[in-house]
């Protein structure tokens, strides 16, 4: 297949495949760098076929596979050259190996390239493994539930004016968000509404007095519509970062599934309240908070976090905030963390089910976008050499 054919075929399909071949060949620039990760960071197709090409064991057979589509005596001729490479210039050898497999391999990016994209245009099969294709990252999702029993699903709702019962008013926006308005009647009774995320969701909501909620995946919090009475009380399953507005007459308290209750002013603070976690935590970030779970009570300062067991409440100094609020700021962030806290995680966020093959107690360390494919994400922990995984329809399979 000639370059200009294939120049024919597709034109960003051959700017790909020039890339792939940089890449093998060591002579991208830095921008170079930039946009080939870019692409292949895109999908699953893509980081799929990148690794494919790439993969040292795989250039020899890509190169036999170009032997049909291509004339039979320079490949021949190629063929030779790497076939004959004197054992004692093995370093430069296996240079020479991957220059030249290299300007084949361009070839073949682009026909690869060019195949996939062709694919999904007449609705066939990617290269992608039909097992790996519906496990896809989490999005703005969520259901509100009304006083009234009635629910909304927050996903297909239109932005703009959402009719609430006994006259509430709620603003859906654009971006993954609903808020409440405090139209100042105290005369009316508190309406609850519960707003619910599944796995694979978030979403925020500012409450009528003007607090911010953030909801992670698997979570659900009800409040009323209006505070009216002497106190604001929430009540919160799952995770949650809470923004609460100043009022020195109105204490804020969040109360926990079993029983915890959490006290505040105005404050940030992160709550991790999922039921197959070892703990209950409370990290706070800014103002203070008083934590109590039967007769014990603790007070956090900025920095600190609590973590409940049992009826303990253990103080832990110098939390780290970034990783426990990485998740509403779009990232993964594990520190030093076991491969089982990871997987919760993971199971949560892209909504599949984790089965171990293995027992690993081997702790990791990464920074990753939630916006990744999941492929992504355990390519990165794999790359550690401690652990591999499968997947099977919406099962990840932790391997040893």
Request: glycine share 6%.
């Amino acid at each position: 297949m000639k370059e200009e054919t294939i120049k024919n075929m597709d034109e960003g399909a051959y700017r790909i495949a020039y890339l792939i071949a940089g890449y093998i060949r060591g002579t991208l620039t830095e921008s170079e760098h930039d946009e080939l990760d870019k692409w292949v960071e895109a999908s699953d197709d893509n980081m799929l076929l990148f690794e494919e090409l790439t993969d040292e064991k795989n250039i020899e057979a890509n190169l036999e596979w170009m032997d049909k589509v291509t004339t039979e005596k320079n490949l021949k001729l190629t063929k030779k050259k790497i076939e004959f490479i004197p054992e004692q210039e093995n370093l430069v050898g296996k240079k020479w190996f991957y220059s030249i497999a290299a300007s084949v391999i361009l070839l073949i990016a682009a026909f690869g390239i060019y195949m996939v994209i062709n694919n999904k245009q007449s609705g066939q099969k990617s290269i992608t493994k039909i097992e790996q294709t519906g496990i896809q990252p989490g999005s703005n999702k969520a259901t509100l539930t009304l006083s009234n029993g009635s629910i909304i699903d927050l996903f297909s709702a239109p932005n703009g004016l959402i009719k609430g019962d006994n006259g509430t008013t709620i603003n859906k926006s654009k971006n993954g968000e609903i808020l409440y308005n405090d139209n100042d009647n105290r005369n009316i009774a508190a309406n609850y509404n519960t707003l619910t995320t599944p796995m694979g969701g978030q979403y925020k909501v500012q409450l009528s007095d003007g607090s911010y909620v953030w909801l992670n995946a698997a979570s659900s919090l009800k409040y009323p519509t209006v505070f009216v009475s002497s106190e604001r009380i929430v009540e919160l399953k799952g995770e949650g970062y809470f923004e609460i507005a100043k009022d020195k007459t109105k204490p804020f308290k969040v109360k926990l599934e079993d029983g915890s209750e959490v006290k505040v002013s105005g404050t940030h603070f992160n709550i991790m309240a999922y039921e197959n976690e070892k703990a209950k935590e409370i990290t706070l970030l800014e103002g203070r908070v008083e934590i109590t779970k039967g007769n014990n009570m603790q007070s956090l300062i900025p920095g600190q976090q609590g973590r409940i067991l049992s009826s303990k409440i253990i103080l832990v100094d110098a939390a780290d905030t970034n990783q426990v609020t990485g998740w509403k700021n779009g990232q993964f962030i594990f520190h030093d963390e076991d491969i089982q806290s990871i997987m919760r995680q993971v199971a949560r966020w892209y909504d599949v089910d984790i089965k171990y093959e293995a027992s690993n107690t081997q702790h990791f360390n990464a920074v990753i976008s939630r916006k990744e494919p999941v492929l992504r994400l355990l390519h990165i922990l794999e790359e550690t050499g401690q652990i591999h995984f499968k997947t099977e329809n919406k099962t990840i399979y932790v391997l040893p």
